[in-house]
């Protein structure tokens, strides 16, 4: 089983900056992409930004030179730093992970339950 620990969030006022975290843990397990959504109250959930296992990653065009996804393989962890928040950035900030299971090949879509990221004006 694949559990995601996500911190980070929280109160922030405009022009700011906030650093996300998203570690990821399951025995027998390995992680390919991984990244952050968002759900802002009354909207569809959206992405952020993704990162793969070799460094490839994908923005949104709304947070395209102000957010950075970076990950550690290692303790495979995934970060989303946040420079330069507006008010439309805030929502609930979700980590998913695209896990695989070694000995069966399973593929498993994985989400975490949210942390909550507030811009004030």
């Known amino acids: 089983q694949v559990q995601l620990v996500e911190s980070g969030g929280g109160l922030v006022q405009a022009g700011g900056s906030l650093r996300l975290s998203c570690a990821a843990s399951?025995?027998?397990?390995?992680?390919?992409?991984m990244g952050w959504y968002r759900q802002a109250p009354g909207e569809q959930r959206e992405l952020v930004a993704v990162?793969?296992?070799?460094?490839?990653?994908n923005y949104a065009d709304s947070v395209k030179g102000r957010f950075t996804i970076s990950r550690d393989n290692a303790k495979n962890t995934v970060y989303l730093q946040m420079d330069s928040l507006k008010p439309e950035d805030t929502a609930a900030y979700y980590c998913?992970?695209?896990?695989?299971?070694?000995?069966?090949?399973?593929?498993?879509?994985?989400w975490g339950e949210g942390t909550l990221v507030t811009v004030s004006s």
């Open positions: 998913n992970v695209d896990s695989v299971q070694y000995y069966s090949g399973r593929r498993m879509d994985v």
């Open positions: 399951g025995s027998g397990f390995g992680f390919n992409t």
């Open positions: 990162i793969t296992r070799w460094g490839t990653t």
